[in-house]
């Protein structure tokens, strides 16, 4: 288990929080993960999504989606987490922070963020991530929903959800942790990642095949005369 760095002195979870993750970022970023929070399988190894929601994501998401794979393949796929140690259990059971606690958290780990690289694809997994970076436009968004009578989104009702941001993107997925708990989840989650590599893949050019197959003819003659 690693030791918290002394940039966690002001943190509020700096004695109540175990271990410390540091994010594991990709030389050749092309993707980011982005989670809430390690779970006790982190903490023991100090690497981002070792646990139970790391088999999800890689097992039922990433390999689901070929060009995801194959940024995972080369090695193009950045993992962290919006909070770096493993936090008690809330009052509702669910080891985050809430309140005031879950904000200064947050703010304090925001010193470890690494920059993305430029044009990157950014998948925030879950409501902790996701309001981590666009907490003005969710509370705007929930706030527009409670004056009209709605009821609020949730993490459910933003999956897909596409948000641009200093030259990158950002898309909203459901958690693989939560996606554990709702195998029904497992085609939102994919379907989310499908719209992150449509936000990073570029198609590749691709001949039809009658103009093909003239081609090659006309490279058969030239060899022949």
């Keep these: 288990m690693l030791t918290k ?3 966690c002195a002001l943190c509020p979870l700096k004695d109540r929080g175990q271990g ?43 390999k689901s989606v070929t060009q995801m794979r194959i940024h995972q393949e080369r090695g193009e ?19 985050y ?8 958290a947050e703010a304090a780990c925001r010193q470890y963020d690494a920059p993305i690289a430029p044009g990157s694809t950014v998948v925030l997994f879950g409501d902790s991530p996701q309001r981590c970076f666009f907490r003005a436009e969710l509370d705007r968004e929930d706030a ?23 030259g990158s993107r950002f898309i909203f997925a459901p958690h693989p942790a939560y996606i554990l708990r ?11 990642l499908k719209i992150a590599v449509g936000a990073t893949y570029v198609e590749p050019q691709t001949v039809p095949w009658q103009e093909a197959v003239q081609e090659l003819m006309m490279q058969c003659v030239e060899v022949i005369a």
């Design 5 to 7: 760095p002394d940039g």
């Design 20 to 62: 410390f993750v540091p994010d594991k970022i990709a030389k050749n970023e092309r993707v980011r993960f982005v989670g809430e929070a390690p779970g006790k399988n982190e903490i023991q190894q100090g690497e981002p999504f070792v646990g139970k929601s790391g088999f999800v994501l890689d097992q039922w998401l990433v």
């Design 77 to 95: 796929i950045s993992l962290c987490n919006t909070l770096r140690c493993l936090p008690p259990e809330n009052a509702q059971g669910r080891a």
């Design 97 to 104: 922070p809430s309140g005031t606690e879950r904000m200064a």
């Design 144 to 166: 527009t929903d409670r004056s009209l009578g709605r009821d609020v989104k949730g993490v459910t009702g933003r999956i897909g959800r596409v948000y641009e941001r200093g």
């Design 182 to 192: 709702q195998p029904m989840m497992i085609s939102h989650g994919v379907e989310a």
